[in-house]
Structure formats: structure tokens, C-alpha cells
């Protein structure tokens, strides 16, 4: 068990001390749930009304705050209390899983791969031809990476992903348990002897640096050309991207959210939980999708959309006010 005491937390911080405590810090937790010797946080001045009954010792506070510590409490005053409690997890993380060998023994490596220094690679993993894995790269068990494929430097692959032939991922990106990369897309046409035929997907997956994609999440590769995740993107667990969509630098889509094929989204767009986006849409800089909206219509940039269809945030809202209204005539 790490324990840290504040002037030790602090020292990371670069924050204000303010009152004192002799507790020493072992774990940080909820403000209702933590016990005397961990630290809470106060991201919101809403919040602040919860102090009084919490037992943490310490606070990451926000420079507004209002109250005072107490007896045998402290508050670190920060800029932005949830950067800081970011800070705070990370020192208090506990370490990886652990690799007896850097490259198991039960691990298939084709001779043609080329695997960087520093890389490890977990047991029942398989590594296809002409792979090629830079430096310091964790692939952890039952990973598959299939022909021709590229991972970036210091980039972290949980068990169960599967990256598809001729797929890119950049440096220092996250996949968690079992998405996929590089899936056929979903590509049919109507056909007189078959019923369906199957429309051949030829391209591929690139993802640029920095982009974590969560558990169970699929991102389709192209039918011509790439389906692109760009740089800094933050995709949660059970997300659809569908082929030849494009994403730009710092989105962010939440659980359950999903592109059709051919989608375009700009830089920093944040697509809410279990939202749609239909195909061939161009969603703009900075644009908002609420949580469970339906697109049907390219989004200009900067505005926020709800509601199924989605329409601009006030005009939904009047909307729902109307139907509330009428429903208690």
C-alpha cells in the first residue's frame, strides 16, 4: 500500500496548502465514501455542502472554494481540481500486470515481423507476417495482429483485440479487451441469384497518436481507402464507427454511440451515449450530440443537437416543454 503525506502529494500539485492534518494518505476516494486517511476531491462548489460530513482528510479543492478544512484537515487549492485529481490517481495507481517473459514463450511471432525494443508480448498472442511494432510497445495475452499491420511507439493492447491486416495504429494509444480493428464493413447489394452480395471491403484502419478505444468497440475498415480515428480521440466501451468514416483530432464518443459509414466528423466533436449518426453526415467543430439523438443532417459546427431527430438544443427542449404540457391538459 503506497502513503503519501500532503506536503509529498503537493510537490506534484504545485498547489496552496491550507489548514493541516497528521494523517498520512493512502488511497484516494469519493468525498462520501472516504475514510480518515484518504484524500477527496471538490471539483464544483456544489459539492462543498458534502464536506462537513466527509471523513477524507484531505481535499483537492478548486481556488473558489468557500469553506474551510476543519480540525485535522487539509485542502490542496488548485486551478482545476479534476486535472489535479488526475495527477492524484496516477501516483496512487497501482502497478500492471506483471510479464515473465518479454516475449512469452507461447506467443507466435512470424519471422518476418519486425518487434521493437522494449516491447512485451503476452502469452497466446499471435503476431502475423511483416507486422512491424515499435519500441515499447504491451501487447498482453491472446492478443491477434494479423499481416502487415503498424503500432506505434509505447502503445498498450489489452487481451482479446484483434487488429486486422494492413491496419495503422499510432503511438502511445490505449485498446482495451476485445475491440476490433479493421472489421469488414458493412457492405451489402442487392443481388438476383444471391439476395445479398457481399460488397468487397479493401481498405483499411488508420489511427493516429494518442487514441484510446474502449472494451468491446469496433472501428470497420474501409471499403476503399481508410476509416480514420485522428490524433487524441477518446472512443468508450461498445462504439460503432462504421467503414470510411472519419474522425478528427480530440473527439470524444460516448458508450453506445454509433457512425454509420462515410461519416465526417470534425475536430474536438463530442457524440453522447447511445447517439446515431446516419451515413454520408458531416458533423462540425466542436459540435455536441446529446446523449440518445438520432442525426439525420449534417451539424454545422459549434452547435448542440438532442432529441430523435436531432434538432438544435433549445428548439428540443420548447419541444419537450409543449408535450409536457399537453400531456397534463
Not at 475514510?35 to 459539492?47: C, H, Q, R
Not at 439476395?195 to 479493401?202: D, E, S, T
Not at 484510446?212 to 472501428?219: L, Q, R
Not at 454545422?300 to 443537437?305: D, F
Request: charged share 20%; with cysteine.
Amino acid at each position: 500500500m503506497k502513503k503519501l503525506t500532503v506536503l509529498e502529494i503537493n510537490e506534484v500539485l504545485k498547489g496552496i496548502v491550507i489548514g493541516e492534518t497528521n494523517h498520512t494518505i493512502t488511497a484516494p476516494e469519493q468525498l462520501e465514501l472516504a475514510s480518515e486517511t484518504e484524500i477527496a476531491f471538490i471539483g464544483n462548489k456544489k459539492y462543498e455542502k458534502f464536506w462537513k460530513d466527509s471523513k477524507a482528510c484531505v481535499a483537492i479543492v478548486n481556488e473558489d472554494i468557500s469553506i474551510e478544512p476543519g480540525e485535522n484537515k487539509a485542502f490542496i487549492k488548485v486551478k482545476n481540481a479534476d486535472l489535479a485529481m488526475c495527477q492524484v490517481l496516477e501516483m496512487f495507481a497501482p502497478d500492471a500486470p506483471k510479464f515473465s517473459h518479454e516475449i512469452h514463450p507461447t506467443a507466435v511471432v512470424d519471422a518476418s515481423a519486425t518487434i521493437g525494443a522494449g516491447t512485451k508480448i503476452g502469452a497466446g498472442s499471435y503476431i502475423g507476417p511483416n507486422v512491424t511494432i515499435a519500441e515499447n510497445v504491451t501487447i498482453y495475452p491472446n492478443v491477434t495482429i494479423l499481416d502487415e499491420v503498424t503500432i506505434g511507439k509505447n502503445t498498450t493492447i489489452w487481451s482479446g483485440t484483434v487488429i486486422r491486416e494492413r491496419c495503422h495504429v499510432g503511438a502511445f494509444c490505449i485498446l482495451h479487451p476485445n475491440c476490433t480493428i479493421g472489421a469488414d464493413g458493412f457492405g451489402f447489394s442487392p443481388c438476383p441469384e444471391k439476395g445479398l452480395a457481399k460488397i468487397p471491403q479493401i481498405g483499411n484502419v488508420v489511427i493516429g497518436n494518442n487514441v484510446e478505444i474502449g472494451a468491446n468497440s469496433c472501428v470497420d475498415r474501409g471499403k476503399f481507402s481508410s476509416t480514420i480515428i485522428g490524433d487524441g480521440c477518446k472512443i468508450d466501451n461498445l462504439v460503432q464507427i462504421g467503414h470510411n468514416s472519419k474522425m478528427g483530432k480530440f473527439c470524444i464518443m460516448a458508450g453506445n454511440s454509433g457512425l454509420a459509414g462515410s461519416v465526417t466528423l470534425g475536430n474536438g466533436v463530442i457524440i453522447g451515449g447511445s447517439a446515431s449518426i446516419k451515413d454520408h453526415l458531416t458533423i462540425g467543430d466542436g459540435a455536441i450530440v446529446g446523449a440518445g439523438s438520432g442525426v439525420a443532417a449534417d451539424i454545422p459546427a459549434g452547435k448542440v443537437m438532442l432529441g430523435y431527430p436531432a434538432v438544435e438544443a433549445r428548439t428540443a427542449l420548447k419541444q419537450w416543454a409543449i408535450l409536457k404540457r399537453m400531456a397534463t391538459e
